[in-house]
């Protein structure tokens, strides 16, 4: 048990660390396709990173809206190749990959408040996080605490 905690908090913090520049990647892909210019991102700490254009695209909302979806796509890929050939030590991966995932499809989506309503950008942001969250820990977060609390050699499946 205390090798699969260990795993899953490695898991956890990889990708925590991993997933700021993964979404700032995408508000950049996205507005170089859509035609900005002059793009560059600070990360003023260690949650966040935060991109500017010095020519801003036309329809910059989907430049805010792209860097969760985007990342969010990328993770929940990875989590379904996890899925689609798993090992009894890929239920960590699985579980953090899809929550990850979820979480920035939430966020992108509260990250349009940018566009049409910055004053509401932080609790759309969390609304947003928290409801993007649920999917994956209704779904994996059985299997990931039966996971933990298995028992012997036995191969688990997902």
């Not at 520049?21 to 508000?27: A, R």
């Not at 966040?48 to 929940?76: E, H, K, Q």
């Not at 990250?111 to 910055?118: I, W």
């Amino acid at each position: 048990m205390k090798q699969k905690l260990l795993d899953l908090a490695i898991t956890a913090a990889v990708w925590f660390v991993v997933i700021a520049p993964l979404h700032e990647f995408w508000h950049y892909q996205v507005g170089t396709w859509m035609g900005g210019q002059g793009f560059y991102v600070t990360y003023p700490d260690f949650l966040s990173g935060r991109c500017f254009w010095t020519v801003s695209p036309p329809n910059d909302w989907i430049v805010y809206l792209m860097g969760g979806v985007g990342a969010g796509v990328m993770m929940l890929l990875l989590a379904w190749r996890a899925l689609s050939s798993p090992t009894r030590w890929d239920e960590d991966d699985l579980f953090v990959l899809a929550l990850f995932g979820g979480i920035q499809i939430g966020y992108g989506l509260g990250e349009l408040s940018l566009a049409f309503r910055p004053d509401l950008f932080w609790p759309c942001a969390i609304a947003g996080s928290v409801l993007g969250s649920l999917p994956a820990a209704l779904w994996r977060g059985p299997k990931l605490a039966a996971w933990i609390f298995e028992t012997g050699n036995a191969e688990s499946s997902p």
